[in-house]
Every structure is written in C-alpha cells, then in structure tokens.
C-alpha cells in the first residue's frame, strides 16, 4: 500500500523556470492539500482539493496553480519560479473533512531555486 | 498573534526523563486537536488525537485545557527514539488544519 507518493523527491530550478509536482494517492481520499514548509514558518497550505475537479486557495496561493483532473491525483505548478519558492513541498490527504480524519502525508519535494 | 503557538525548544532531556510540551491557541470554535511527529527530513506523521477528556497512547498522555485555550504532550520514560519535532495541529469546521512551527525534542543518552 504506496499511501501517498510525490514526485520529484529533489530538484533545483532557476529563476523563471517552470515545474509541476506531482501528489498521487491510492487510498480514495477525497481531500487532498499542498503545503509548504520553511523554517520558523511551520506548514503553511498552498492549495488544497475537496475532490475531483475542484481546487481551492490556502493561506499562500501566490506563484502556484494546482490542477485535480482525476482523484487520485493533485498537481502543483510553478509557472516562473522565484527563489522565494525555495521550500520543501509536502502533499498530504485525507479520506474528509470529519474532524477526527488523520492527514497522511507524502515524503515532500525539496525544491531549490537559484 | 499565530492561531497556533509552540515553544520551538529544543528540549534537551536524558533518557527516562519525562517531558511535557503545551501549545496555546486562539479561536475557541476548533473541536478538534492532533499531535504530529516529524522526524529531520522527514514528512509529518500522525501521533495522536487529543480528546477533551485526555487521552493515553502507552508513554503518550494529550490533553485539551479549552479553558485556558492549550493543549498538552506528555512523554514518559523518554527514549532515543522520541527525538523527533512535535507538531500541534488544530483543525474545525473548515478543510484547513492550522500547524504549530514545532518543538523540538532531543532525548539524550
């Protein structure tokens, strides 16, 4: 059981230059989220899902666009990547909204931007 | 003021030591409360659910003080293993749980 799988684990872009990350889960979760994670910043949410073919924006949507074209699936764009988009990159999902519903997380994408 | 705050630490206790860390919060309307582990490069796990009532999981005790807006992660018998960052998420009514920056705890030998 995969759980949820990003991809790439690492990558290293230069300013203005365009990536997609890509978040799949194989646990039928409806919900699915991006955030972003910086020191003495804690996880802050960039976009997240309540299902297929909808997205929503979170605290920190700037510079990102997010697509939910099948369900299991969540993508993140950088259209021109900053060197503020220097982050580590967590997707995460969870089965819905019921509060006691866990979020179960991928193992992130270290991205850097030069 | 962060809906969520952690001291960020870092705890520094010996082994079999026992640890407590709070974390306060602001907007009462959230009914429920989790504690997270991240490990150093690693993504966040789930460790427990906090419950009003207090809930233990073997060495892990939480507890949710809405009275005085905090909730609390106590650790027994510390182990090397428990190193790790504890992270207090809230969640509520919305799809968005809040996450505290973390508190380190550094359990040593």
């Known amino acids: 059981n995969a759980g949820v799988t990003q991809t790439p684990k690492f990558r290293v872009l230069k300013t203005g230059q365009s990536m997609t990350l890509l978040c799949a889960q194989d646990m039928n979760h409806e919900y699915m989220y991006w955030y972003r994670q910086d020191p003495g910043m804690g996880l802050r949410l960039i976009h997240y899902s309540v299902g297929e073919g909808t997205t929503a924006k979170g605290e920190v949507p700037d510079g990102y666009n997010v697509s939910r074209l099948k369900k299991q699936n969540f993508l993140l764009g950088l259209e021109s990547a900053a060197p503020s988009q220097t982050s580590v990159y967590f997707c995460?999902?969870?089965?819905?909204?019921?509060?006691?519903?866990?979020?179960?997380f991928g193992n992130g994408t270290r991205l850097t931007v030069t | 003021r962060k809906e969520v705050e952690q001291d960020p630490g870092p705890f520094n206790v010996p082994e079999g030591a026992t640890v407590a860390f709070n974390c306060t919060y602001s907007n009462s309307a959230s009914q429920s409360f989790f504690w997270y582990r991240q490990d150093c490069r690693k993504e966040p796990k789930l460790l427990m659910s906090v419950y009003s009532s207090g809930n233990e999981d073997g060495r892990f005790t939480a507890q949710l003080n809405r009275a005085s807006q905090y909730i609390s992660l106590l650790i027994r018998d510390s182990k090397l293993s428990d190193s790790a960052t504890y992270l207090c998420v809230k969640g509520g009514a919305t799809n968005k749980l809040i996450f505290g920056t973390g508190t380190l705890l550094a359990v040593q030998p």
């Open positions: 995460a999902s969870r089965f819905d909204r019921v509060d006691n519903s866990p979020l179960h």
